[in-house]
């Protein structure tokens, strides 16, 4: 079964710094586009970063220079970097998978969420 | 950027209602065109792609179409499963971009 498990959510203070994890099975995360997006309470979605089965990664602007999108190929794991935390980083993060073109997403984790406050 | 402008932000209709929900691209985007629905707690679940093919699993009554950079996603007979936020999203090049969303609600 193709899944995806995120994790290392939590609450923070604004300037800390936090990993999320996405687990993947069933599939090989470098074979994919691989994803993050969040969503902040009450708000749409937002994309936040991509890394490329070829290891191209890109990102918002809203995060550029203080996120860091990765994988683990040995742990078939993604994960997203979190430096420099602002308030307005707070929301629900998905790890997302590709689906029939490169930049869709057709599998979705259950979200973990980071909470920047003081 | 390309920014997705989606409409309306809301909508109330009845079950077995034909509803259409509208998203209009900055620029050409060919037919690199997704809609994903959400329901409230959950990740959010592929429907359309390529602006007119249907996801698998996903029932017929919804469908999609497009014209230029008009875009449009439609229920024909909604359900009540149907109820939930409908986003669009352009998957044409980075930075992807979303639509703001559109909150279906029971009349």
């Known amino acids: 079964e193709v899944q995806l498990v995120e994790s290392g959510g939590g609450l923070i203070q604004p300037g800390g710094s936090l990993r999320l994890s996405c687990a993947a099975s069933?599939?090989?995360?470098?074979?994919?586009?691989m994803s993050w997006v969040r969503q902040a309470p009450g708000k749409g979605l937002e994309w936040v970063s991509i890394i490329y089965a070829g290891g191209t990664t890109y990102y918002a602007d809203s995060v550029k220079g203080r996120f860091t999108i990765s994988r683990d190929s040995s742990k078939n794991t993604v994960y997203l970097q979190m430096n420099s935390l602002r308030v307005e980083d707070t929301a629900v993060y998905y790890c997302?998978?590709?689906?029939?073109?490169?930049?869709?997403?057709?599998?979705w984790g259950q979200g973990t969420t980071v909470t920047a406050s003081s | 950027d390309i920014q997705m402008t989606q409409s309306p932000s809301s909508l109330s209709a009845s079950v077995g209602d034909r509803v259409t929900i509208t998203c209009r691209a900055s620029?050409?985007?060919?037919?690199?065109l997704n809609w994903y629905q959400q329901k409230p707690g959950k990740a959010p679940k592929l429907l359309m792609y390529?602006?007119?093919s249907l996801q698998s699993g996903v029932p017929p009554r919804f469908s999609g179409s497009e014209s230029g950079t008009d875009f449009t996603l439609t229920i024909s007979s909604l359900q009540p499963e149907d109820f939930a936020t409908y986003y669009c999203q352009q998957s044409y090049s980075p930075p992807i971009t979303f639509g703001q969303g559109t909150r279906l609600e029971i009349k």
């Open positions: 997302a998978r590709q689906g029939h073109q490169a930049y869709n997403f057709e599998v």
């Open positions: 620029r050409s985007i060919s037919n690199y």
């Open positions: 069933g599939f090989i995360v470098s074979d994919k586009y």
């Open positions: 390529d602006a007119t």
